[in-house]
């Protein structure tokens, strides 16, 4: 498990899986929590590809995972978003 902080975002990163593609080349895939220290609110991702802890990558991350869990239809996140502290 790698964990850190970064601005108002602290993060916990788990592999917990692999998929292959088409090349047959596999990945490691990551479960992500990510807590908005600010809001004091706390999102789970599933199955990503991959986390940048950087300040820009970390905050599109939230605001892109919170537009699907507020409906907002997303290719990567649908279905793999979830709130653990709202």
């Not at 902080?5 to 998929?19: A, M, Q």
């Not at 590809?49 to 970390?58: A, D, E, G, Q, S």
């Not at 997303?74 to 709202?86: D, E, I, R, S």
């Amino acid at each position: 498990m790698q964990q850190g902080s970064i601005d108002n975002f602290n993060y916990s990163i788990i592999e917990d899986g692999t998929r292959s593609t088409d090349t047959g080349v596999v990945l490691p895939l990551y479960t992500v929590e990510l807590t908005n220290t600010d809001l004091d609110q706390t999102v789970l991702i599933k199955q990503m590809v991959c986390f940048l802890p950087h300040t820009n990558y970390v905050l599109n991350t939230w605001n892109t995972v919170v537009s699907v869990l507020n409906g907002e239809p997303h290719c990567c996140f649908a279905g793999k978003v979830f709130w653990l502290k709202k």
